[in-house]
């Protein structure tokens, strides 16, 4: 059964078939069992969003952009699931504190491109929430029966 499918079938995630499997959650290190479900749980079915984009727009990590006065800036949308925004926001904050993470390396680019701290940490939310759509587009595209393969979490 694909991880998505877990939280969405009749029971908890907790219970039942996916209670043993690793397919049941993400194959990162900062997304707990809490966190897998409550993404699960609010996104249902990914091929709902017909790109990144809107799957970003929905969790609320899209930005927009704001003009006055001949300064743009962007900031992130306050529409959108709240919910989905803060679990993306703890694995952000997670990977943005894990020295050696792909997240912490994606940060400090970004710090070393002049962008302030909250500027970085949206482009990393954003970042992650195409990432996790890519994840969850691919589970589900692929055949029913075959396994995922789930790397140890070092």
């Known amino acids: 059964m694909h991880w998505w499918r877990c939280a969405t079938s009749e029971g908890h995630a907790g219970r039942g078939s996916c209670a043993n499997t ?37 969790v609320g990590v899209a930005p927009i952009e704001l003009a006055s ?37 994606y940060y400090d680019r970004k710090i070393a491109e002049g962008k302030t701290r909250n500027e970085a940490m949206r482009c990393l939310k954003r970042r992650l929430a195409d990432h996790l759509w890519r994840i969850m587009i691919t589970d589900e595209r692929r055949a029913p029966g075959t396994p995922r393969t789930v790397r140890p979490a070092a």
Request: contains cysteine; charged residues 20%.
């Open 22 to 58: 690793a397919a049941a959650c993400p194959p990162w290190r900062e997304w707990g069992p809490v966190l897998a479900i409550q993404l699960i749980r609010r996104t249902g079915k990914p091929s709902r969003f017909p790109s990144a984009s809107a799957f970003a727009n929905y």
């Open 69 to 105: 006065g001949g300064r743009s800036r962007h900031r992130l949308s306050r529409y959108g699931d709240r919910q989905l925004n803060a679990a993306i926001h703890y694995v952000a904050l997670t990977q943005a504190r894990m020295t050696g993470s792909p997240g912490r390396a």
